[in-house]
């Protein structure tokens, strides 16, 4: 009878503690692409990590309940030690635990990075070799200010996104986070803030990340997961929607083998949690961008980007694209 509602009271506990988990170390790399240690510094020693594994099938359930909760906080230097007992572990429990402990872990941060790359919009608008502007917008809607780089769409027609491009590929396991200040949009509409990429695939794979702004409430984060159908782009993804608060914010997509984990860090929130999940395949990303999102004719929008940080598992993970040999399309749909 011990494990018969394990799996749900695993999901609550890690939801519970979404956010507090270590998040490896922190580059001040500014504008440069920098290698990670190969060895990170440990939140525990590996004896104390063992420890704890091994009380996941403790007779005591407060005794599992606490030694999940601890290696929750403990984070990465724990996942593969979990890893390991997820699959070995003669207690089914045991197992169960450590397996719902590792997806918890890997859906807040990428904890193993071989490269981290950061750019802030408030120092630079836009790096010649990094990004590039792409949509409809004129010179004159983009501005560099100390707060970021803006962003305003005129109201008279809806011109689709617009923003900046990462001019990169990102290969592997990555973690991308972004930085973004919605201003409110004038009644009756609705503005919004979007982290979008797509895989090298003939299909076009792609994931569109929204952060809404609705006047009169109702903001939320929406996730749609984009195929090609017969010639026609297709969203496959039935999600819903996840309540959003305040106007600035930040978003991260991880990507683990197949799987992407989409979470987001709201106004003056001190933690990530995570609002969709969805399978996108392990293909190289091809294309990556930050845009301002109009939803229709009759309301502006206004949005600072302001800053970028992408993290990889491999050495190799970002390459330019003008030495990327894998590319099959170069379209950048506007779905």
């Known amino acids: 009878m011990r494990t018969r509602f394990v799996t749900i009271l695993l999901l609550h506990s890690a939801s519970l503690h979404a ?15 920098v290698s990670a240690p190969e060895t990170k510094e440990k939140a525990a020693d590996e004896k104390t990590i063992r420890a704890l594994i091994a009380d996941l099938s403790d007779e005591a359930f407060e005794k599992r ?39 918890a872990l890997q859906e807040l941060g990428l904890h193993s990075f071989r490269v981290d790359y950061h750019h802030s919009f408030r120092k630079q ?66 503005s ?18 929204e952060r809404i702004l609705r006047n009169g409430g109702n903001d939320a984060y929406h996730c749609t997961r984009m195929t090609t159908i017969d010639g026609a782009r297709r969203n496959i993804y039935g999600g819903g929607e996840a309540p ?39 293909e190289p990303l091809k294309l990556v961008r930050f845009a301002a999102l109009p939803y229709g004719t009759g309301t502006p929008v206004d949005v600072r980007l302001i800053d970028v940080r992408v993290r990889g598992a491999d050495a190799d993970a970002i390459q330019p ?6 590319i099959k399309n170069r379209k950048k749909p506007r779905d």
């Open 19 to 33: 956010g507090v988990f270590a998040q490896g170390p922190s580059f001040n790399s500014g504008d440069k692409k």
């Open 65 to 103: 309940e606490k030694a999940n909760e601890k290696l929750l906080r403990i984070g990465g230097p724990a996942i593969e030690l979990l890893r390991k007992a997820a699959k070995e572990s003669a207690d089914l429990e045991g197992r169960e635990r450590a397996g719902v402990l590792v997806i």
């Open 125 to 190: 608008a836009v790096l010649d070799k990094k990004f590039e502007l792409f949509g409809l917008i004129s010179p004159q809607a983009v501005k560099t200010e100390p707060e970021g780089l803006r962003i305003t769409l005129p109201a008279e027609k809806n011109i689709g996104p617009n923003g900046v491009c990462a001019d990169f590929l990102i290969k592997g396991d990555f973690e991308i986070t972004v930085g973004y200040e919605l201003v409110a949009p004038t009644p009756p509409g609705r």
């Open 192 to 209: 919004g803030f979007e982290l979008y990429i797509m895989t090298d695939t003939t299909t076009m794979e792609a994931i569109a990340f």
């Open 244 to 282: 959003g608060r305040g106007k600035a914010g930040q978003m991260r997509m991880i990507r683990v083998g197949s799987r992407a984990a989409l979470s987001v860090k709201d106004e003056n929130g001190d933690d990530f949690r995570v609002v969709h999940r969805v399978e996108i395949g392990e």
């Open 321 to 326: 694209l003008s030495e990327a040999k894998t």
